[in-house]
């Protein structure tokens, strides 16, 4: 049940947020304002008035018609009396009316899956016609909520908008503090929804005119919790692994893994029941016979915790059969689990296909494995994880560690990422999630993660949230509680798989530079591709400054025109290799980003019918190499456009070429534009 208008503003006057002065009147003696009326305490208040209704029912009281404003004192009594005969309310509050200002809403609410969340933006009518707010998970810092209140698309409001005077700043940021920061409101409440709308902001100060609290006291969440630290190595670097579900005369899917871990060399047994082989492998009849340090089970549902039951001393079993709590059967899932506990071992998830890791031999895809590498990747689906590393690696990716966890029912991707980050053998992760579990512990190793991340997330449209009690649980969505998990932890969110790798293939190869500053120049040949590039570095949050104007006459001389940024030059077959170099050199700006562009389709189109007619393309990509080399504090990428038009094997070449020298290589504009956000986000070095 919710609380009362006044007994909200009690609380938070508590806390130190300045509400409007009130009194509360129940019924009586027709509520007129005679000498023994209801409003005879409200003569103390200073003129304009507001006159509120409340009782069960009138949540939403505007929309009710349970508020009437710029009421005189002898007004009380008839307006209160119409309001009696439509609403039958348990009282009145009695207010002074709040001089104008800039209306804002703050508000708190408890997202299911990462807990108390602050919302802050423009209030009022506003809230639901422009939808313009911030949010942050609690407890922010003052940065966060400056930070918040610089992203509104309104917050020049707050400045001073058209000769109107600017709010008081500091005031807002201390009631942003007071509701979410460290000891503040949203520690102290059961939420639910808390809501202040309007806040009125001014000059002066800030004055919450109006609140909302609808309590409720959370369930547990149902999410895996493990107090030990697990060591993870022999889950990706297992001295020996057994399958089971492998069969003898039906080939499935534990007989393609045999062949996978019998093609990578890794020591290897087969569980059966009755068979001395599969597959050519040697079997023995259950895991509590298998010396392992990881078991692959690929049997029924029904069947895998009797089977995990068996796996005392193997320290790792991961279950790649479904049909556990995905399939609607969570009953399976906690007896799964329970079995493992019982096992004392770590269960990787169901529903899952298991671990990549060159180093260790470990594999769920076909191919062959590719070169180990300093990328690691956790993800949800098992489908999703096999093409990142197929199409990663041939775009040049090595992973050092991929595991899939599936419906994580005990390992978390949380877990996994605490270790993985400090894996000495890894210098960046990508996560693709669609259920965090444990938000508030995925958020926090997010947060202390001392390498980059970059997180794609599947079902962010929030579709299938309860309807909400207030505006802020209605602004609350999965979507934006993700933006404020990136906001706050310092983690890339991109939209796609293939950013996914773009970002990743950026943090393999600039990760370990030096560099200084955030300038980015974006340079490359003439026509609509550069005011397209614009564009998409403007959409991706990259700011291009314009060039420094006193070395600009040096550019003529070497051919170069157009003097902005992106930065047109005559890059082609027909011109000279390093020209991109020589210009960034004439510059002499020391450019923490270099995002070098080409037009592959001119390459072939103009080249001369002599010799290797993608020679000039390498040439192009070797000169690139070679000013990368010589500018350690400089990041430059390549963006192939058009790369299609190239014969087969050439953008292999040149994606050779580059990787060589730490160069991604990018299709797309719009690609590389989203992976410097993410280096600039993560301040890469």
């Keep these: 049940m919710s609380a009362y208008e006044h007994e909200v503003k009690a609380l938070i006057g508590e806390a130190g947020v300045p509400v409007p002065r009130g009194v509360v009147m129940t019924p009586g003696a027709g509520f007129d304002t005679g000498p023994d009326g209801g409003f005879v305490a409200a003569a103390g208040l200073a003129e304009p008035l507001v006159l509120k209704a409340f009782g069960p029912g009138l949540l939403h009281k505007s929309e009710a018609g349970a508020v009437r404003l710029g009421l005189r004192f002898d007004e009380l009594g008839p307006a209160a009396e119409e309001m009696a005969a439509r609403l039958r309310p348990a009282g009145f509050l009695v207010e002074e009316q709040a001089e104008p200002g800039v209306e804002l809403i703050v508000g708190l609410v408890r997202d299911p899956a990462f807990g108390p969340v602050l919302l802050a933006g423009l209030g009022g009518v506003w809230t639901e016609a422009l939808r313009d707010t911030a949010l942050r998970l609690c407890p922010i810092a003052e940065q966060d909520a400056r930070r918040m209140l610089a992203s509104l698309r309104g917050t020049e409001l707050l400045r001073g908008w058209r000769g109107g005077p600017p709010v008081d700043l500091d005031a807002v940021v201390e009631l942003l503090m007071t509701a979410g920061g460290p000891g503040g409101l949203w520690e102290r409440l059961e939420l639910g929804e808390f809501e202040l709308n309007p806040v009125i902001a001014g000059p002066s100060g800030v004055i919450a005119v109006d609140a909302r609290y609808v309590p409720d006291i959370p369930a547990e969440a ?295 500053g955030d300038e980015v120049l974006v340079v490359g040949p003439s026509g609509g591709a550069s005011v397209l590039a614009a564009d998409a570095f403007d959409r991706a949050g990259v700011r291009l400054a314009p060039l420094p104007g006193d070395r600009l006459d040096a550019l003529p001389g070497l051919g170069v025109v157009a003097t902005g940024n992106p930065l047109e030059v005559p890059v082609g077959p027909m011109g000279r290799a390093g020209l991109a170099a020589e210009v960034i050199d004439a510059l002499g700006v020391p450019y923490a980003d270099v995002v070098a562009h080409v037009n592959v389709q001119a390459f072939f189109t103009y080249a001369s019918a002599h010799g290797d007619p993608g020679e000039p393309l390498y040439a192009y990509a070797r000169a690139l190499a070679a000013a990368q080399a010589d500018r350690p504090g400089t990041r430059i990428s390549l963006v192939t456009r058009n790369g299609d038009c190239a014969p087969p094997g050439v953008e292999d070449e040149v994606g050779r070429i580059a990787a060589a020298a730490g160069i991604p290589v990018y299709r797309t504009m719009e690609a590389a534009a989203v992976a410097v956000a993410a280096g600039g986000c993560h301040g890469v070095a």
Excluded at 281 to 302: K, R
Excluded at 459 to 477: E, I, K, M
Excluded at 495 to 507: E, H, K, N, P, R
Aim: charged share 20%; with cysteine.
């Design 222 to 516: 149902e999410s895996p919790s493990n107090d030990s630290v697990t060591d993870f190595l022999p889950l990706f670097e297992p001295g020996a692994v057994a399958v089971v579900g492998a069969s003898t005369s039906r080939p499935n899917f534990g007989n393609m893994f045999l062949g996978f871990y019998q093609a990578a060399g890794v020591p290897l047994v087969a569980v059966h029941p009755t068979a001395a082989e599969v597959s050519g492998v040697p079997a023995v009849p259950s895991l509590a016979a298998a010396e392992v340090d990881y078991a692959l089970v690929a049997v029924p549902a029904e069947r895998c915790a009797d089977v995990v039951r068996q796996a005392r001393g193997v320290p790792f079993v991961q279950v790649m059969s479904g049909g556990f709590g995905e399939a609607g059967r969570p009953e399976l899932e906690s007896e799964l689990v329970a079995a493992a506990r019982e096992a004392g071992t770590r269960l990787l998830g169901p529903n899952c296909m298991g671990v990549y890791c060159p180093r260790g031999r470990q594999t769920f895809v076909g191919g062959g494995l590719g070169p180990a590498g300093t990328v690691a990747l956790i993800s949800q689906s098992g489908g999703l994880a096999g093409e990142v590393i197929k199409v990663g690696e041939r775009r040049g990716l090595a992973f050092s560690r991929v595991a899939t966890v599936g419906n994580a029912a005990d390992v978390t991707p949380a877990e996994l990422l605490r270790w993985l980050a400090r894996d000495p053998e890894t210098r960046a992760v990508g996560l693709y999630l669609e259920d965090p579990k444990n938000g508030r512990e995925l958020y926090a190793a997010l947060r202390d993660a001392p390498v980059p991340v970059v997180l794609l997330v599947g079902g962010r449209s929030g579709q299938g949230r309860r309807a909400a009690a207030s505006h802020t649980g209605g602004l609350v969505s999965d979507l934006r509680i993700w933006e404020a998990v990136a906001e706050q932890s310092g983690a890339a969110l991109v939209t796609s798989q293939d950013d996914l790798i773009g970002v990743l293939a950026y943090f393999q190869a600039h990760g370990t530079r030096t560099v200084h």
